[in-house]
């Protein structure tokens, strides 16, 4: 399976949004990243609900909704109902076993989120409910960070431990992803990539997203 790029909107102009992903549609993106910040859990404020509702109509595209909030739960039916294909929450927010059959409930894809400094096995309890996992290789909260090397070491064993419950799902990873080190998240394991500042603050979308995907036949 070839690695699937999903560029986050945070890196594009905030101004033009609904172009910028006419723009990675065209340049062919895999998902339309939509990084969601509450100001609580992380320490950023970015788009809601009606900014999701208002790009809907400018892709196919599946959207790929990172909810970085304090209380997800609470938000879920309102991203669905905007067009949210995929929600991924967060692992350290209590009770998020609920969140994640609720997502599902509504006929959604339920994601996983670790952080870079919470271990592998914060997840195992909850590997039965979700559809995808990311691995955040950066701490959530602002994009242009550097990648964490020792974050993606947990990649691997995600798929190890996903493995010995039955479980084949993607592993995404998020956080410094560029066409410098992607070549090491592809040895990893990953089977998509996030990528903001790779891919919006390159000349050519087209080329940067090719580019990205371009160590898999190397790996």
Do not use: W
Request: a negative charge; charged letters at 20%.
């Amino acid at each position: 399976m070839s690695l699937k790029v999903a560029p986050s909107v945070i890196a594009g102009d905030q101004a033009e949004l609904g172009r910028e992903v006419r723009a990675i549609d065209a340049a062919g993106a895999d998902l339309i990243h939509l990084d969601v910040m509450d100001g609580h859990f992380v320490p950023n404020l970015t788009l809601g609900p009606g900014i999701v509702k208002d790009l809907r109509p400018h892709t196919h595209l599946p959207f790929d909704c990172h909810l970085m909030l304090a209380d997800p739960g609470r938000y879920v039916e309102t991203f669905a109902r905007a067009g949210a294909d995929r929600m991924a929450v967060h692992v350290e927010i209590p009770g998020i076993g609920d969140v994640l059959r609720a997502i599902r409930a509504l006929g959604k894809m339920a994601g996983l989120v670790i952080n870079p400094g919470t271990p592998v096995a914060a997840m195992e309890p909850h590997l039965g409910d979700i559809d995808f996992a990311l691995v955040m290789t950066v701490h959530p909260g602002f994009y242009g960070q550097t990648l964490i090397p020792e974050a993606l070491d947990k990649v691997p064993l995600l798929r190890q431990t996903l493995r010995a419950l039955g479980r084949d799902v993607p592993i995404q990873v998020d956080g410094g992803v560029t066409v410098d080190n992607v070549i090491q998240v592809v040895r990893a394991g990953a089977d998509e990539v996030v990528a903001g500042a790779a891919v919006f603050k390159a000349p050519d979308y087209r080329v940067a997203i090719q580019a990205l995907r371009d160590p898999v036949a190397g790996a």
